[in-house]
């Protein structure tokens, strides 16, 4: 069957069980969805849900009801029938109308009261004005890159139709090999923390599972794109699993090099990426780095995401299917499930995971349908790898934040300004409430402020006691001690006051506002530099973290390398990591449904990874596999 004769057959089965007063005008392929444009649309929206059910059974494809053009209320009427039906609680900031899709995107304060219980404003909406809303959530905290993302999505709304539809006759095209075959391919971040990338290649396909890089203080690593295994000509997609630069980093790069195929990955991820992509470029021309990519490459990298929520499945290529899961590690981290053929294979890679409850986030999911093999991080593999009790994580962080602070010196802890930096505002803010630390000033710098308002606007992928708070307009990361600044000029009086809390970027000391006051702050005794996350080797953190007292740090004035003696305390708290321990990853693998036949094992130094690796086969007499970068193996 040719790939015209696929798309036919699902537009006449469309045709075959549709009634025709619903009057079909087009059939359209937009990505992974299958698009029904309607000339009578609430046959099909209010009447004929039972039938869109019957040719998603039938098809087994995601399809979406639009009103034809012709049909919908223009676009004045429209927003005043919004106002209208939409109650003022929900406090809408803004209304955008899509002529391309018939989609309005709705913003609001509370999205609650534009969807309605069990969803009834919304109806109300379709049935009064035949537009299909969209409705986004007003962050509390204002959020340039929300407004930025959003506002490049209006701007390429043409552009963006061209693409799904491109992508959509990939999608749903015939399988032309039938050999039932699937391999991976280590391009990076095997045996080794940092520039994570796996291609999985199928008959059929080719697939890219994260794209980063491995961060340095003087020349960042990239991941072995130069291998003949790897030919971006014939990418069909790419999933991100977080927004963190050593698992997303070198994205932009791809569609420097002439990638124009889909980006899968979660809404938040999405927003995030572009923060840490504008940071990335900023911090590198101040350092005088060089990035292997502009603007232009990271806005068409976000242009090309297609976004999807926690269990959602969709069809990314003939013969893969896609499903996220919740993975615990930052805001919308995912596990990604490939379900490779019709049941010929599925893996499970967990990207960076955490698999217990913390203040920000749910554990990872672990219950799948099916799994054959599971590729899993290491990070923490080592046999000394155990963390404390969160209780007692948080009480050693207290008690040395108070220390400092009695002997009148100052705090700096270097944060990921994603994950980390909003676990540890919330720890902060809970100990001020519970007279816990006195109440003194805590300095937020780098992007962190901007990372928060983007934790703001996606609530529901935060606990839920969390994401009540926030509902409830009782945000803890808007709480009165946290002071931000913007400007670099201030961290010299920052540094002559009195005893205080800063946390900067970047975590591990590569770069970013915590040098200035590192250099600042290292030569007094009093102050403490407190490490709450992972130090990948090689980086400066890691090298003061195993004893380095004299680093060479740039003066402003004058430009030149001076030699600074690190005189300052020097903590490590590992329990506030985000990636799972020893026992965690143990546990994730007793518990995951159901069991798999392999284990790879990457994002992981070398003598971890082999420790975990003989404690798996010992435990669980498990085919485990331990790859080296640029490795292939064959799974099926």
């Not at 109650?87 to 002529?99: C, L, Q, S």
Request: charged share 25%; aromatic share 8%; proline share 5%.
């Amino acid at each position: 069957m040719s790939t015209d004769d696929v798309l036919v057959m699902i537009r006449e089965t469309i045709l075959r069980n549709v009634p025709p007063d619903a009057g079909i005008t087009r059939i359209e392929f937009e990505g992974p969805r299958i698009v029904i444009y309607s000339s009578n649309p609430l046959v099909l929206i209010e009447e004929g849900e039972d039938i869109i059910k019957n040719i998603v059974k039938i098809l087994k494809k995601r399809i979406i009801v639009r009103a034809d053009p012709e049909v919908r209320m223009n676009e004045e009427e429209a927003k005043k029938m919004i106002y209208k039906i939409v109650p003022p609680e929900a406090e809408i900031t803004g209304i955008f109308f899509d002529h391309n899709t018939g989609v309005v995107e709705i913003e609001a304060k509370k999205p609650g009261y534009v969807i309605g219980k069990e969803g009834q404003t919304l109806r109300q909406i379709i049935k009064a004005t035949l537009w299909r809303p969209h409705v986004v959530r007003t962050p509390p905290l204002r959020s340039r890159t929300v407004e930025q993302v959003r506002k490049l999505f209006r701007s390429k709304s043409e552009e963006r139709v061209k693409f799904l539809r491109e992508v959509g006759r990939r999608i749903h095209r015939s399988i032309i090999f039938k050999e039932g075959r699937v391999r991976i391919v280590a391009l990076g971040g095997f045996q080794e923390v940092g520039r994570s990338a796996i291609l999985v290649q199928t008959a059929e396909s080719n697939v890219l599972l994260d794209i980063g890089i491995k961060p340095s203080t003087l020349t960042d690593e990239y991941p072995y794109l130069d291998l003949n295994d790897f030919d971006i000509d014939n990418l069909d997609a790419v999933i991100i699993s977080h927004a963190h630069l050593d698992h997303c980093g070198f994205l932009p790069f791809l569609f420097k090099y002439g990638y124009k195929g889909p980006v899968y990955t979660t809404e938040p991820t999405m927003h995030l990426m572009k923060l840490l992509f504008d940071d990335y470029l900023e911090v590198g021309a101040k350092e005088g780095k060089v990035v292997p990519f502009d603007k232009r490459h990271v806005a068409e990298a976000i242009s090309h995401v297609i976004t999807l929520k926690y269990g959602e499945v969709t069809d990314i290529t003939p013969d893969i299917r896609l499903t996220l899961h919740d993975a615990g590690h930052i805001l919308g981290s995912a596990i990604v499930h490939l379900h490779i053929g019709r049941g010929l294979y599925n893996i499970v890679y967990t990207g960076d995971f955490k698999f217990e409850r913390t203040r920000l986030l749910n554990a990872a999911d672990y219950k799948f349908p099916r799994v054959e093999a599971l590729i899993m991080e290491s990070t923490y593999g080592g046999s000394n790898d155990i963390m404390p009790p969160r209780h007692e994580t948080e009480k050693q962080f207290i008690e040395i934040i108070n220390n400092t602070l009695k002997r009148r010196g100052k705090v700096l802890i270097p944060v990921l300004a994603i994950g980390r930096a909003q676990e540890i505002m919330m720890v902060l803010n809970e100990a001020i409430k519970n007279k816990q630390i006195p109440e003194v000033t805590i300095y937020i710098e780098g992007m962190i402020e901007e990372a928060t308002a983007i934790h703001t606007a996606f609530p529901e992928y935060l606990t839920p006691s969390l994401k009540e708070r926030i509902y409830r307009d009782e945000n803890p990361f808007m709480s009165e001690e946290f002071v931000i600044l913007n400007s670099a000029s201030r961290r010299e009086e920052v540094v002559e006051t009195g005893p205080c809390i800063i946390m900067a970027t970047s975590g591990m000391l590569t770069g970013g506002p915590v040098m200035d006051y590192l250099r600042l702050l290292a030569p007094d005794e009093r102050n403490s530099l407190i490490f709450v996350s992972y130090q990948i080797e090689g980086t400066l953190g890691s090298r003061i973290l195993h004893g380095l007292r004299e680093v060479m740090l740039p003066d402003p004035m004058s430009g030149k390398m001076r030699l600074i003696k690190i005189e300052m305390q020097v903590h490590s708290i590992q329990g506030f990591s985000g990636h799972s321990d020893r026992k965690q990853l143990i546990s994730y693998l007793h518990r995951i449904t159901p069991k798999p036949e392999k284990v790879i094992l990457c994002h992981g130094e070398r003598s971890k990874i082999q420790e975990l690796a003989g404690y798996i086969r010992r435990r669980f007499n498990l085919d485990v596999i331990t790859m080296s970068n640029m490795d292939a193996v064959r799974l099926k």
